[in-house]
């Protein structure tokens, strides 16, 4: 693994006020982030069946931690590496519209993640998805969630300043857009 810790570094907060303003975020965000966006908390598996193919191998190399379990005799049961697949699935058995969607939380353990300051075996990630219209699937409409997401992040600025002021930094007050040829 290769841990680096920069020269000039300042958590600006101990280790346990970090873990307490990283909750606070995450309690607060998930739930004004749903509100805004019409979503709906929904628990994600740990595991799935290897049939299924709910298990997305993220670039194709990675090899999932898998095991059996006794009641389900002949099958292979993965850790999930990736909610993709199953969140598209869980729209769809959960009967959410155009507008509406979900949000949830996936733990994961990736075996073959190469370890770095960003890059762990276990993950923990927060993740969304919701339905929208083919007609939709315009930059416009990226253009629109995207602003949403970023009020939501704006008005979470003042509330973690409030409880936690050495943890924030000032963003803009408006989002700009660059598209990849721009880039380019």
């Known amino acids: 693994m290769t841990l680096i810790i920069p020269k000039d570094y300042d958590p600006h907060m101990d280790v346990r006020t970090t873990e307490a303003a990283i909750k606070f975020i995450h309690d607060i965000f998930t739930k004004e982030?749903?509100?805004?966006?019409n979503l709906e908390r929904i628990s994600a598996p740990l595991f799935v069946d290897?049939?299924?193919?709910?298990?997305?191998?993220?670039?194709?190399?990675?090899?999932p931690v898998?095991?059996?379990?006794?009641a389900i005799p002949g099958e292979t049961i993965e850790v999930v590496q990736s909610l993709a697949k199953w969140k598209r699935l869980a729209l769809k058995q959960y009967d959410f519209k155009p507008g509406e969607g979900l949000y949830t939380n996936m733990n994961a353990i990736r075996r073959d993640e190469d370890l770095d300051n960003l890059h762990s075996?276990?993950?923990?990630?927060?993740?969304?998805e919701m339905c929208i219209e083919k007609k939709d699937r315009t930059e416009k409409k990226l253009k629109a969630v995207v602003q949403k997401i970023f009020q939501v992040i704006k008005h979470m600025e003042h509330e973690v300043w409030y409880q936690y002021p050495d943890a924030v930094y000032k963003l803009p007050d408006k989002i700009s857009f660059v598209t990849t040829a721009e880039l380019e």
């Open 33 to 37: 982030f749903g509100r805004k966006m």
């Open 66 to 70: 898998s095991f059996d379990i006794k």
């Open 50 to 63: 290897k049939s299924t193919g709910l298990n997305d191998n993220l670039n194709g190399v990675e090899r």
């Open 121 to 128: 075996v276990y993950v923990d990630q927060w993740d969304w």
